[in-house]
């Protein structure tokens, strides 16, 4: 989707480190979500963000944080707690209001060194 | 698990054929989506149907839904080569915000 930009498109982690994947949106859409999707898998909620400077944890939060300090930004930091962060990382936007077909950016591939 | 699971979890006919895939989930739901994945892109959103509509319509593509039966079809008419692709359906709960995805159908259409 041309209205919503992840980078990079591969990122490598080496052990103990921390990495953060961009997500960037020009759609002036509220809500913001990261997922993360494994191998022939579906996808599993990370965090999400229905409005500037709140955002909430959703089912596999652990290991993962974000921020939401412009409407137009939401950026994920894989952290060396997360100890198995190779997968397929999409970010997705909403526009407010129900009902909600999300628009999903390109995704970032993680793997670790 | 609040998921819409998909069935079958992959498929492979000719192209010209038509294929159905089905999409079953366990709460009340407001809509449900459907969302088409090519292989390493984001996913691109197909259609939503509403609870208290029972069929729709977007060019080769036909979705159904029975409320009753908790479930959803979705039916790619004369396929092409290009519809290869995973089938994901996400239903939206009644009361909640986000989409819960299942593990999708992976459509193979040979040439």
């Known amino acids: 989707d041309g209205g919503i930009t992840q980078s990079p498109k591969y990122l490598f982690r080496k052990e103990g480190q921390n990495v953060t994947l961009s997500c960037e949106q020009n759609l002036n859409h509220d809500a913001m979500y990261w997922y993360r999707q494994d191998p022939g898998q579906g996808l599993r909620l990370i965090y999400y963000?229905?409005?500037?400077?709140?955002?909430q944890k959703g089912d596999i939060a652990e290991g993962y944080s974000v921020s939401r300090e412009k409407k137009e930004s939401f950026p994920l930091t894989v952290t060396s707690a997360q100890k198995n962060p190779t997968a397929f990382y999409l970010c997705a936007t909403t526009d407010r209001g129900l009902p909600k077909a999300q628009h999903f950016g390109d995704g970032t591939r993680l793997s670790i060194l | 698990s609040q998921q819409g699971e998909e069935d079958p979890q992959a498929l492979s006919i000719q192209e010209g054929e038509n294929a159905t895939m089905n999409c079953s989930y366990k709460t009340s739901i407001n809509n449900l989506q459907w969302y088409r994945q090519n292989s390493g892109r984001g996913l691109v959103h197909l259609i939503l149907i509403r609870s208290n509509e029972r069929e729709k319509h977007s060019g080769r593509l036909r979705v159904t839904l029975d409320t009753s039966k908790k479930s959803s079809s979705l039916l790619i008419t004369a396929s092409r080569a290009a519809d290869t692709a995973s089938y994901f359906c996400?239903?939206?709960?009644?009361?909640?915000?986000?989409?819960?995805f299942g593990t999708g159908t992976r459509l193979t259409v040979i040439p």
């Open positions: 963000s229905q409005i500037v400077n709140d955002f």
């Open positions: 996400a239903p939206i709960l009644s009361g909640a915000n986000n989409l819960f």
